[in-house]
């Protein structure tokens, strides 16, 4: 596990490969205009993104979680510019290998 490791990091040093993710994001969805926006950035991303999971925490916060698929670099550049927004409370990315360079 530990090589395997080692060679899924390596993976995601070359900008050209290809990865799978998860986005995970809690917002205050009465945060003015913060809805629309991420609405637009996910429509501007739609070819990297899969599925799209939307939870109520509460009244006033809701967690997304964006499964995505493509080049390291357009993944991390679409978790920046969620994470980059005015009114995300927290924003994470958790990238894995497609399995295509372990087998």
Known sequence: ?????????EEWRHSQSEVVG??????NH???ELTDRLIDIQHD??????????????H???LEVI????EVGAVRDL?????????ILHCSLSMT?????LA
Do not use: F, P
């Open 60 to 62: 006033d916060h809701c």
């Open 22 to 27: 998860t986005i995970s994001y809690v917002y």
């Open 1 to 9: 596990d530990l090589i395997r490791e080692k060679l899924v990091e």
């Open 30 to 32: 009465h945060k003015r």
């Open 45 to 58: 991303h739609y070819a990297r993104i899969i599925s799209t999971q939307h939870i109520h925490l509460d």
């Open 79 to 87: 978790a920046d510019r969620i994470k980059s927004l005015k009114g």
């Open 67 to 70: 499964i995505v698929k493509g």
């Open 97 to 101: 290998t497609t399995g295509r360079e």
